[in-house]
């Protein structure tokens, strides 16, 4: 599976369960550490552990299993690693302390609007 592949899945995933401000940002030309991070936060301690619980389970369902998954003690911030795609699901504060958008504002911004349910087709 290639990363475009793993992106869609992720970021379908996040949406699903209501993300807010997903982004995805190209890193490979700033580093090599990983090609994209998908950047996303919840609306509470328990929403971001859901965000990253589906993400993971949805990417199991293709067989793709993280490299490593790392969370605070409080899951205001987790991290999913794939290896060339890295998923940091926040805690909303949490987000806005850190600002990796800003740290990496010297990466791509790619463009995900298609792998999104516009807000009035979510169910409730």
């Given at each position: 599976?290639?990363?475009?592949?793993?992106?869609?899945?992720?970021?379908?995933?996040?949406?699903?369960?209501r993300?807010?401000?997903?982004?995805?940002i190209?890193?490979?030309?700033?580093?090599?550490?990983?090609?994209?991070?998908?950047?996303?936060?919840?609306?509470?301690?328990?929403?971001?552990?859901?965000?990253?619980?589906?993400?993971?389970?949805?990417?199991?369902?293709k067989?793709?299993e993280?490299?490593?998954?790392?969370?605070?003690?409080?899951?205001?911030?987790?991290?999913?690693?794939?290896?060339?795609v890295i998923?940091?699901?926040?805690?909303?504060?949490?987000?806005?302390?850190?600002?990796?958008?800003?740290l990496?504002?010297d990466?791509?911004?790619?463009?995900?609007?298609?792998?999104?349910?516009?807000?009035?087709?979510?169910?409730?």
């Amino acid at each position: 599976m290639n990363e475009n592949e793993k992106l869609e899945i992720i970021v379908k995933a996040l949406d699903s369960k209501r993300g807010e401000d997903i982004q995805a940002i190209k890193i490979s030309d700033l580093t090599i550490l990983a090609d994209y991070f998908v950047i996303v936060n919840g609306t509470s301690n328990t929403h971001t552990r859901t965000l990253a619980d589906e993400a993971e389970f949805q990417l199991s369902q293709k067989g793709i299993e993280p490299l490593r998954r790392e969370a605070d003690t409080g899951n205001t911030w987790i991290i999913l690693d794939y290896g060339d795609v890295i998923v940091h699901v926040f805690y909303k504060e949490a987000r806005g302390f850190y600002q990796l958008e800003r740290l990496w504002a010297d990466g791509e911004q790619v463009d995900i609007s298609q792998y999104l349910v516009k807000e009035d087709m979510h169910e409730d």
